[in-house]
């Protein structure tokens, strides 16, 4: 059974940083993407970031410059490295990975950014 799971959200206050992480268990083929979602209340889902296999990345404009996706294929996981957080950033935070046969969700972390 395929499982995600993210960690690393918090309370931080605006211009501090985090670290979220989402570990993959239980998937057995190559992960082409793995990508970060977040959703703040009463607001759609938004992509934040995503890298490729072959490390290619891709950030929304809200986050560039002050975010950093990494990932780490032996242990199929993925961060993102949150610095200069800002109150717009607060949402739950929802990691995704994508195989040739499947996507997986986790069920998201929460980040909270004070003014």
């Known amino acids: 059974q395929v499982q995600l799971v993210e960690s690393g959200g918090g309370l931080v206050q605006a211009g501090g940083s985090l670290r979220l992480s989402c570990a993959a268990s239980g998937i057995k083929t190559i992960i082409n993407a793995m990508t970060w979602y977040r959703q703040a209340p009463g607001k759609e889902r938004e992509l934040v970031a995503s890298i490729l296999s072959g490390d290619i990345t891709d950030y929304s404009d809200s986050v560039k410059g002050r975010f950093a996706i990494s990932r780490d294929n032996a242990k199929s996981t993925v961060y993102l490295q949150m610095n200069s957080l800002k109150p717009e950033d607060t949402a739950l935070y929802f990691c995704?990975?994508?195989?040739?046969?499947?996507?997986?969700w986790g069920q998201g972390t929460q980040v909270t950014v004070s003014s």
């Open positions: 995704n990975m994508n195989t040739p046969w499947a996507n997986y």
